[in-house]
């Protein structure tokens, strides 16, 4: 990896900063229902409103650091 821009260690940030991504992504999923005419409660959560935004952006910070961080000379 001599003449790679990113480190091994970059590489391993970018794909924890994707599956915190796709994990805020699954905790927003759901809260529909089966009939158009109730509503549903669930759609408000906490979990949906305020953690799996701060999951996706944590993951979006990691994602950046690992591809700008410069990696170590050798």
């Given at each position: 990896?001599a003449n790679f821009?990113?480190?091994?260690r970059?590489?391993?940030?970018?794909?924890?900063?994707?599956?915190?991504?796709i994990?805020?992504?699954i905790?927003m999923?759901g809260?529909?229902?089966?009939d158009?005419?109730?509503?549903?409660?669930?759609?408000f959560s906490?979990?949906r409103?305020v953690?799996a935004?701060?999951?996706?952006?944590?993951g979006?910070?990691v994602?950046i650091i690992?591809?700008m961080k410069?990696p170590?000379?050798?």
């Open positions: 990896m821009s990113v480190s091994r970059g590489v391993r940030n970018i794909l924890i900063g994707l599956i915190m991504m994990a805020g992504f905790l999923m809260g529909g229902s089966a158009l005419n109730v509503f549903n409660p669930q759609m906490f979990a409103t953690v935004p701060i999951v996706i952006l944590l979006i910070t994602i690992g591809i410069k170590k000379e050798e």
